[in-house]
């Protein structure tokens, strides 16, 4: 994915808690697509709306993306530590503001990735994860995440088609097949905040499920 600036708000946003909805996913599920078309439909529905994405986010974080993606390996411990450094930048310079200024937030990654990627796929302990968690975002926690899930060659099969593969992309079918695993154990774990949706749906069925399920969870939309 070609970086992108966070995305706009409306300028006149009410003040008040902002509602924060993530997007998870192995490679090439949809998640650019989804948050794309969910924010377009959320300001279509009069909300104000920030589309986002991690690693980056933030001038600080967008740095530490080159660095993740750029760099490495890294041990898995320096490698988390570095998304929760980006995440920090992220959430107190672009996602608390928000939220505190009344705006919806559209997250396309967040910290369910690093105990998918970090965790379930190079053996991060899920307590260094909450540790990272409580030390960089304090109480703050999604309040919607949507799970994209799609068989890893399928969204294999999407990203290298763009033919520009990072090194995760590069790891082989057993690290997807965990990283796939630990998302659907997340959701498992946790289904009051997340959702699993059937990512190798047409875009639209996506949308569509996607959009029932905030409806259902969050409210605010007609
Ligand atoms: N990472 C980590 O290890 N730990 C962390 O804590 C965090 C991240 C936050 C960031 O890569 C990498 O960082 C990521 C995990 C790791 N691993 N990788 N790679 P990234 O930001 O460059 O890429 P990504 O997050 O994985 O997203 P992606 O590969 O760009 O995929 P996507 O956003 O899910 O998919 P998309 O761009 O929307 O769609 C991909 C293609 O499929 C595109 O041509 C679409 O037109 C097509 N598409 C989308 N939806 C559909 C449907 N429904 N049907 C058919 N075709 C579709």
């Not at 450094?85 to 369910?112: N, Q, Y």
């Not at 899920?126 to 304090?138: H, K, N, P, T």
């Not at 799970?147 to 090194?167: Q, Y």
Request: with cysteine; charged share 20%; proline share 8%.
């Amino acid at each position: 994915m070609a970086p992108e600036a966070p995305g706009s708000s409306t300028p006149e946003a009410p003040a008040g808690p902002g509602r924060f909805i993530t997007l998870e996913g192995g490679e090439g599920a949809g998640k650019t697509t989804l948050s794309r078309a969910l924010a377009a439909a959320l300001a279509g529905a009069g909300l104000p709306v920030l589309r986002t994405r991690e690693p980056g986010g933030a001038p600080g974080a967008e740095a530490v993306r080159g660095l993740i993606l750029g760099q490495g390996p890294w041990d898995p411990v320096a490698e988390a530590m570095l998304h929760f450094a980006a995440r920090r930048e992220h959430v107190a310079r672009t996602i608390a503001p928000a939220l505190e200024a009344g705006i919806w937030v559209v997250c396309d990654r967040f910290a369910d990735s690093t105990l998918a990627y970090q965790g379930a796929g190079q053996g991060l302990s899920r307590a260094v994860w909450e540790g990272l968690c409580d030390l960089a975002l304090g109480p703050l926690r999604p309040e919607l995440t949507l799970v994209l899930d799609l068989p890893p060659d399928r969204g294999m099969g999407r990203a290298l088609s763009r033919g520009d593969a990072n090194r995760y992309e590069m790891q082989g079918p057993e690290f997807h097949a965990r990283v796939r695993a630990g998302f659907l154990a997340i959701a498992e774990a946790e289904s009051g905040r997340c959702a699993v949706l059937d990512a190798a749906a047409r875009p639209e069925a996506v949308l569509a499920a996607a959009l029932e399920t905030v409806r259902a969870r969050l409210g605010g939309l007609a």
